[in-house]
């Protein structure tokens, strides 16, 4: 199917292009950008005038909740709340029920993703063997399988000797490191960071420190080993350092931040809202500087949704039981945009950390409008407001801190390789 795209203001931070051109998409890819291939025929025609036309967006983490937390969401809903959102590609960790650890998983999920004909999704393979720490996985054969790298998500390896296989094994064959930089001790049975608000509410903290010494580690074994390391979810200013400090010196990492880290600070739990118990958890208004700071100097390279819905029942429970995460994955568009206009960053600059940096850090050929490229794309217009409302999220989880605020940037369409998976008709 032929799609032409014209009137649209194209913005494509991968090949530079920030211009007012038409774009013709012919058998899935892109098959030009500004004048017309020859014996072009549109099938469709989609005028996007007063619009951005981008490469769709690439998202570092989005829980999928399948298999196995099917009451969570499903692989339908939130694959439909991605494309909602604009986003054509995600990662998925492997904190499933059963564990992504063999490669019979990663292929049955991803052959179910693929006949939903939503958006790409690229697991992570489990690192050790139901992320217990302790036996690494196969992951030549999860590589075959189809995964972009490895992680254990939220549970952290504590043998480090077990880590520096692991970072050898990963070496020898230059796969990326997916890591989250959390001290399992410190933060033991923590809900919120360690300072006043958390003292004042009576909840156990979880200190600055947890992060900065776990990453200090990770750092120090990736650079003896010469492992490309991709660090998860940075939440502290210490943390932001180390990574700056590591990249000055030439070492191969990177880094994400989420939206919610970028937004919001621990003065948002107010009165116990538990749509803000995430983790890693909100921190103060010094870290959340340093994470802005982070990501406009280019230490931070992406920002990612960390989208993780939750059963409602989950969240209707006293603080410090309720299951941490927010639902994020059709706010990553709108608080991106928020968050680069209130730092005086460039549109082209904003899209770039939610396209193809996020591409690039998983090695994967998206987030780019190039010629013969997929056609991922996302239109959208980057003045509308619309009211984040539970009964609108397409996710099945509706826990998002950001519920009933008024936020800019609205999807039109989202293409995946030239098939429209997201329209106007589409209830917003």
């Not at 014996?39 to 989609?46: E, L, N, R, S, Y």
């Not at 600055?208 to 502290?236: D, F, M, N, V, Y």
């Not at 010094?286 to 802005?292: I, K, P």
């Not at 730092?343 to 690039?360: C, E, M, Q």
Request: hydrophobic share 40%; proline share 5%.
């Amino acid at each position: 199917m032929n799609i032409l795209i014209q009137h649209g203001h194209v913005i494509d931070p991968a090949n530079n292009v920030d211009a007012n051109l038409d774009v013709y998409v012919a058998n899935g890819k892109i098959a030009a950008l500004g004048n017309a291939p020859i014996g072009f025929k549109a099938d469709q025609t989609i005028d996007a005038t007063g619009l951005i036309v981008a490469p769709g967006l690439v998202d570092l983490s989005v829980r999928l909740r399948e298999p196995g937390f099917e009451y969570k969401a499903t692989l339908n809903s939130e694959l439909q709340a991605a494309t909602a959102g604009g986003v054509t590609s995600l990662a998925c960790p492997p904190d499933t029920e059963p564990t992504l650890d063999e490669p019979g998983l990663v292929e049955m999920l991803r052959y179910r993703a693929k006949k939903l004909n939503l958006a790409h999704v690229y697991p992570l393979g489990a690192l050790t063997r139901q992320l217990q720490g302790k036996n690494l996985t196969e992951m030549c054969e999860l590589t075959e399988a189809g995964c972009v790298g490895f992680t254990q998500a939220d549970f952290p390896i504590v043998d480090t000797q077990i880590l520096w296989r692991a970072f050898e094994y990963a070496a020898t064959f230059g796969y990326t490191m997916f890591l989250r930089a959390e001290d399992p001790y410190l933060a033991k049975d923590g809900v919120a960071h360690d300072g006043e608000v958390a003292s004042r509410l009576g909840l156990k903290g979880i200190p600055a420190a947890a992060e900065s010494l776990a990453l200090a580690t990770l750092l120090r074994i990736a650079r003896e080993t010469g492992t490309r390391l991709h660090i998860q979810r940075l939440s502290t200013a210490e943390g932001v350092a180390l990574v700056r400090q590591a990249k000055q010196q030439g070492q191969a990492v990177t880094a994400d931040v989420s939206t919610q880290h970028l937004h919001l600070t621990e003065l948002d739990i107010g009165f116990f809202n538990t749509l803000t118990h995430i983790r890693p958890p909100l921190r103060t208004q010094r870290d959340q500087f340093a994470l802005c700071e982070g990501v406009k100097d280019g230490t931070i390279d992406a920002i990612c949704s960390d989208h993780s819905p939750v059963d409602d029942d989950a969240k209707l429970l006293p603080f410090a039981e309720a299951e941490a995460g927010a639902s994020a994955v059709e706010l990553l568009l709108p608080l991106a945009l928020k968050w680069a206009s209130q730092h005086n960053l460039s549109l082209t600059d904003a899209i770039a950390r939610i396209t193809s940096a996020p591409a690039n850090i998983m090695g994967i050929p998206a987030g780019t409008l190039g010629i013969n490229h997929c056609a991922d794309i996302v239109i959208f217009n980057a003045e509308t407001y619309w009211k984040v409302e539970a009964k609108q999220l397409k996710s099945q989880g509706k826990n998002t801190p950001f519920l009933n605020l008024e936020l800019a940037g609205r999807v039109h369409y989202t293409l995946v390789e030239g098939l429209i998976t997201y329209e106007p008709s589409s209830p917003n």
